[in-house]
């Protein structure tokens, strides 16, 4: 069992800046790709960022790529997304997300094995 714990979200204007983290408790934090979700009102839920067990493999949704960066430090447990040149439509909760990955170069976090409760964060225009 793995405990997922985000933190971080709120309101900022849009061009601004944020980082989102997510603290795990329970099994060896290593052996999970992690990843961020999000989720818009009205809307289904959608994936921004994942990252490989030891982090160095990532990939992105596309209007993420550039603009945000997903983190991990496995001492800590924890994975972080940094958000820079936020939007309106950025405007959602996000969700961390974690998978057990066989592969060490493994990004895939469909479908995710745990999810965290999720933290809001609105950009303002």
């Known amino acids: 069992q793995v405990q997922l714990v985000e933190s971080g979200g709120g309101l900022v204007q849009a061009g601004g800046s944020l980082r989102l983290s997510c603290a795990a408790e329970?099994?060896?934090?290593?052996?999970?790709?992690m990843g961020w979700f999000r989720q818009a009102p009205g809307k289904e839920r959608e994936f921004v960022a994942g990252?490989?067990?030891?982090?160095?493999?990532?990939n992105y949704e596309d209007s993420a790529k550039g603009r945000f960066t997903i983190s991990r430090d496995n001492a800590k447990k924890t994975v972080y997304l940094q958000m820079n040149t936020l939007r309106p439509e950025d405007t959602a909760v996000y969700y961390c997300?974690?998978?057990?990955?066989?592969?060490?170069?493994?990004?895939?976090?469909?479908?995710?094995?745990?999810w965290g409760q999720g933290t809001q964060l609105t950009v303002s225009s």
């Open positions: 997300a974690a998978k057990l990955a066989k592969i060490a170069q493994a990004t895939d976090i469909m479908p995710p094995d745990y």
């Open positions: 329970g099994r060896t934090f290593s052996d999970y790709a």
């Open positions: 990252i490989s067990r030891y982090g160095r493999i990532t």
